[in-house]
């Protein structure tokens, strides 16, 4: 249903794509965004095609909007910023988390992302790794669109040497997908078009009184 929803809207965007000002976010900044070339970012003068329309489908949604490159790859051997972590149990299942990096494409900062592995579409609870799809969805060098559920929790401050704020991009798609939950829907889209957090499975462990 909410892959269905995402294509939709993002067939209306791509249809529909107009010079736009957004206040994103906790930032409370306002971006111009120009319509740009659809093959990437150029330079300082706005956004890419591609990016605008994920803009709009994640301000549609209530969301926090971030998008950039990756910088190292999932799992690798830069464990300050990329790699799996393990979380706490919440009623009995693991909340890790794949921790990547980015610069943004919006204001230049690089940001420690922390993804959960709940929404992967091949979360294993008895797997400590990052999800497979993860791994080869998540490349570096590519580009990642990233829309938060939970907006008013970003960013967070981190005290990596490198990055030095953070997002969580969690609680994804659950209202879409029937669930009632305080937390707005919303993705991880990669330069092929995949939404990398497309699982409902576990929205039951984030109820409307939740509050993490």
């Known amino acids: 249903m909410l892959k269905n929803l995402s294509r939709a809207m993002l067939a ?9 000002v957004f206040v994103i976010g906790t930032f409370g900044v306002h971006l111009q965004a120009s319509a740009q070339s659809a093959s990437g970012n150029t330079g300082n003068t706005g956004l890419s095609q591609t990016a605008q329309n994920y803009q709009q489908m994640c301000n549609a949604a209530g969301g926090y909007f971030q998008t950039g490159t990756v910088n190292s790859k999932t799992n690798n051997d830069y464990p300050q910023v990329t790699n799996y972590t393990s979380g706490k149990k919440r009623q009995g299942i693991p909340l890790s988390h794949t921790h990547i990096e980015i610069t943004s494409a919006i204001d230049g900062n690089i940001y420690d992302v922390a993804i959960d592995n709940v929404f992967a579409t091949d979360y294993d609870p008895n797997s400590y790794v990052v999800p497979p799809s993860y791994v080869n969805g998540i490349q570096a060098g590519g580009n990642l669109y990233l829309c938060s559920g939970n ?27 029937g669930y009632s939950t305080s937390f707005k829907n919303g993705f991880i889209y990669n330069d092929q078009g995949v939404n990398l957090t497309n699982s409902q499975t576990y929205c039951y462990l984030w109820p409307s009184s939740s509050t993490n």
Not at 12 to 20: D, F, I
Not at 161 to 167: D, I, K, L
């Open 12 to 20: 209306h965007a791509l249809a529909a794509a107009y010079p736009v």
């Open 151 to 177: 907006p008013t929790k970003v960013p967070y401050t981190v005290s990596e040497s490198v990055a030095n704020a953070g997002f969580d991009w969690v609680h994804t798609n659950c209202a879409a997908s």
